[in-house]
C-alpha cells in the first residue's frame, strides 16, 4: 500500500483533492491510503508516508521539510498549481506515485 500525504495551510483545501485522489485510485484499483493536514503537523505525518505533496501556497515548507525527508527517504513536492486549482486527483495521484516510484528507484 501506498501512503500519500498532503499539506496545506489547515488541512481543509486539500480535502476535496483528496476525495478525488482516492476515487481515481479507486476506479484504477489502488491500494493507497491518502490523508491531508495542515502546515504543522506536516513533519510528524510525513514519517508514516511514502511522499509529501504540499499546496502551491505552502512551497516554504518544502526546504523546511527536505532535510528530515531526505533522511527518511520521503520525496517532497509543490502540488501542480493548475491540478491543484482544477481538483484535479487523477493528476496529482499520478505525480505522487511517480515521486514513490523514483524514491523507490533511488535507494
Known sequence: MKRILLACSSGMSTSLLVSRMKEAAEARGLEVEIWAVAQDKAATEMKKAD??????????????????GEALGIPIE??????????????????ALELIKKGEESR
Open 51 to 68: 511522499v509529501l505533496l504540499v499546496g502551491p501556497q505552502m512551497r516554504f515548507l518544502i526546504k523546511k521539510l527536505s532535510q528530515e
Open 78 to 95: 509543490a502540488i501542480d498549481p493548475i491540478a491543484y486549482g482544477r481538483v484535479d486527483g487523477e493528476a496529482v495521484l499520478n505525480k
